[in-house]
């Protein structure tokens, strides 16, 4: 027992010094992020898609990153400068680079050393790819050639600019693909929360990248809007399992659809892979989850067999078939399209769906409940109002579970009401 004793003590030793540690890192953050000399990285920093000089002193197609921990730490600021404005100008077509760093004064040796800003920045660039301002500008005057890398395997009209984009797919073997991507997948680091450069060394990658085509005075004009990477998973015995790995509308583009074509066409030719079991998502964030749910509904009500099942292992049978979409998902899907087929307003379907979907949510905390069973028997009576206390904390929790799916699902049905 003194054992027992003596290991409790340097738990609890060890984890006060892991409290306090966490303590002083969060205190450090937050008096470099009021100190004079320290400045919010995602507000310093610019980002533009630069069209023709006329672009340069202007603000089209500017916009600032949504991730910048990655590049400036924790605490997300750069230190060490006053009025500190750093520009990353990209030419919006073949992404020529340019990287501007100035500021209005620089903190003096007795307060501490400035960040390294630009050393920060390029470690992420591909450094060959990096030109000098004037360089930039006198380039921009060239007469555009560009043409996109890889196999187009899609083309729309949009609505909200009446342009038309195109999109193309691309491997590592595809000529000019590693070094075009090199410049493209920057944008993951400042747009995906754990974004990460791809190894290009391998080649069962896949890239889709959207561009906007534009037309003036008979030449035409390319613009990156976004890009898709998928990678080719090999699945036993002899089949393969794509995964959706990385998804980036930039600012300019979003909330025009474009997302959705982008995940719709990569969907369309995973499945043209030879023995594929089902297509699956890398860590999705919010934003993804609810992009990824409203294209596969709408694929769903399009694909009868699973729209004619009775149940949800069949409706998941058929759609993994036809959609190759993977179980956990389809018995997400199953429940969106029942919510949309229900009357809403009549409480007895809606209680008898809500029961539906909590059955599922209760699973996985119905493993032991044998046990469970027997150590209540045992219990004395202040024991059990101490249990029955966290059984209705628990059943809070589940009814917030189920409240939060709810509206997730109709933020769904929403969109797909509007086709």
């Known amino acids: 027992w003194w054992l027992w004793l003596r290991f409790a003590a340097l738990v609890e030793v060890a984890w006060g010094r892991a409290t306090m540690a966490v303590l002083a890192t969060s205190m450090d953050v937050e008096e470099e992020a009021k100190s004079p000399w320290s400045c919010d990285a995602a507000e310093a920093l610019e980002i533009q898609l630069v069209t023709g000089p006329q672009d340069?002193?202007?603000?089209?197609?500017t916009f600032h990153p949504e991730f910048t921990h990655q590049v400036a730490g924790q605490s997300e600021q750069f230190f060490g400068y006053k009025g500190l404005s750093v520009r990353l100008l990209y030419r919006c077509?073949?992404?020529?680079?340019?990287?501007?760093?100035?500021?209005?004064?620089?903190?003096?040796p007795s307060v501490a050393e400035p960040d390294d800003v630009v050393g920060m920045v390029n470690e992420w660039l591909p450094s060959e790819e990096l030109v000098?301002?004037?360089?930039?500008?006198?380039?921009?005057?060239?007469?555009?050639?560009?043409?996109?890398?890889?196999?187009?395997?899609?083309?729309y009209q949009s609505q909200h600019d009446e342009c038309t984009y195109e999109i193309y797919v691309s491997t590592p073997e595809t000529p000019g693909m590693v070094d075009y991507h090199k410049r493209?997948?920057?944008?993951?680091?400042?747009f995906i929360e754990a974004g990460s450069l791809l190894d290009l060394d391998d080649t069962k990658w896949n890239v889709f990248t959207l561009f906007r085509k534009s037309e003036k005075g008979g030449t035409t004009r390319y613009c990156v809007a976004g890009f898709l990477s998928m990678y080719s998973y090999f699945a036993f015995p002899d089949r393969t399992r794509p995964r959706i790995s990385q998804v980036v509308v930039l600012p300019p583009f979003q909330r025009q659809g474009h997302g959705a074509r982008l995940l719709q066409c990569a969907y369309d030719q995973a499945s043209l892979l030879p023995k594929v079991v089902d297509i699956t998502i890398e860590d999705p964030a919010p934003a993804f989850v609810r992009l990824r749910d409203f294209v596969d509904a709408r694929n769903c009500l399009h694909c009868k067999p699973a729209m004619e099942a009775m149940d949800c292992a069949e409706f998941a049978k058929q759609i993994q078939k036809h959609l190759k979409i993977n179980r956990i998902q389809a018995r997400r899907l199953f429940e969106i399209i029942k919510l949309a087929q229900l009357d809403r307003r009549d409480p007895a379907q809606m209680k008898q769906y809500r029961l539906f979907v909590k059955k599922r949510l209760i699973q996985p905390f119905l493993k032991d409940q044998q046990a469970e069973q027997r150590q209540l028997a045992a219990m004395n009576p202040t024991e059990r109002a101490y249990y029955q206390a966290s059984q209705q904390e628990f059943l809070d929790q589940l009814q917030g579970m189920y409240s939060e799916l709810e509206a997730e699902y109709l933020h769904v049905i929403e969109r797909l009401e509007t086709l």
């Open 56 to 61: 340069l002193d202007t603000d089209t197609y």
């Open 93 to 108: 077509d073949d992404l020529l680079t340019c990287l501007e760093f100035s500021h209005n004064g620089c903190a003096p």
């Open 132 to 155: 000098s301002k004037d360089e930039f500008s006198m380039r921009l005057h060239d007469e555009p050639r560009f043409q996109p890398v890889g196999e187009q395997v899609a083309a």
């Open 184 to 190: 493209l997948q920057t944008f993951a680091v400042w």
